[in-house]
């Protein structure tokens, strides 16, 4: 027997914790190649997380157990975590030009002016996104902000579960570290996840996010509104949605189609308000740069599997609409795995994300 202690690599696990989800994904070197070993999800009961705080931090450690049960081949209690974004704060600023790590002191200074909280009241993180040009005298730096009294319920349930939580990041972070392949965009991207509770929105440009953001509109509420409009129970409601999903066909796709309209329409004004907003409020440079113009978006979460959503988003929006590929930083697991759909993993974008943040990723294709 041959044992290959060098190559032995625990795997890294991403959790994507959510007010109504748990979502974990397992990733593992092959030889050499980054690859997703299993992924797993579980709905979480009402009552336990609510508009991103924690309301039961038993019950939560219990509902990880489970996920961790289920998720085959774990072989590490070492897991990265989400945080949501609705209770997180978001900046880039502009730093004169110094060495790194006072950088990262000044900026705690700074925070205080961005934050709607006392300092002593959150936890910070900062990261510099590019080392300065010659002809640039800033850097950019990313600050993320979280209340301490959000966070350390989740820390709480974690290690309640038998886990060890190494790292933990907003949402919008770690689904743009999944979606945006090699971490570059030269143009930027506007950045959708629609999930079952509510939506995020990010632009990522460059090697950075740029701006996050979120409103309560979700696939739950369309559901919502279906049954309202059809006169159906919630889960027959759900049912159409998964059938027929948004698309102009005739009988009952259409009448689905008809029902959902008008909120289909307010969610892409949403959208295009938040686009305007980000671009009005961009650097010079930028707002003076057609180029600069955000033309593209990138549609992950469960609602972008809602057939004929993308398409119309597109038409409406008159941006290039794709829906995400969670795979887009691990090119060999989509030439070797057939198996594994992109579309089935659009929920799972964010835990991908969590899980690479343990990797350094070496090349692309
Ligand atoms: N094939 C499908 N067709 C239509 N809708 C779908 C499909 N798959 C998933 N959905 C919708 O996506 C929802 C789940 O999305 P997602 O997993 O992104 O939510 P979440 O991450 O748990 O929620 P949030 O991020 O808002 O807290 C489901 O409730 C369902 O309405
Ligand atoms: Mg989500």
Redesign the pocket.
Known sequence: MKFDLLNLHPGTFGL?I????L?AVLLKKHRKRLRIESFR?I??PEGVIQGGEVQDIEKLAEFIKKTVTKLRGLDTRQVIVSL??EKSFIRLLRMPVMPAQEIKEAVRFEAENYIPFSIDKVYIDSQIILSPDKDKDYAEVLLAALPRKTVDPYVNALYGAGLIPVAMET?SQATARALIKGSYTQKPVFIV????????FSVYSGHSLRFTSFIPF???S??AVLAKALKIGPSEA?KA???Y?FQKKGGRAKRVFEALLPAVTGFIEEINKHIDYYQTHSSQETKNNADMDVRELIF????????GLAGFMSQETGLIVRKGNPLANLPWEEKLNKKISK?EL?????AVGLALRGYKIESYD
């Open positions: 994507d959510s007010d109504r989800s979502k999800g709905l979480l949501p974004e949402e996840d629609m999930g079952a509770t509510s939506t995020n979700s696939t739950n369309l559901t759900r949605q998964f059938l999903g992950c979460g469960g609602g972008a599997r809602i057939k579309d659009l929920p799972f974008a964010t």
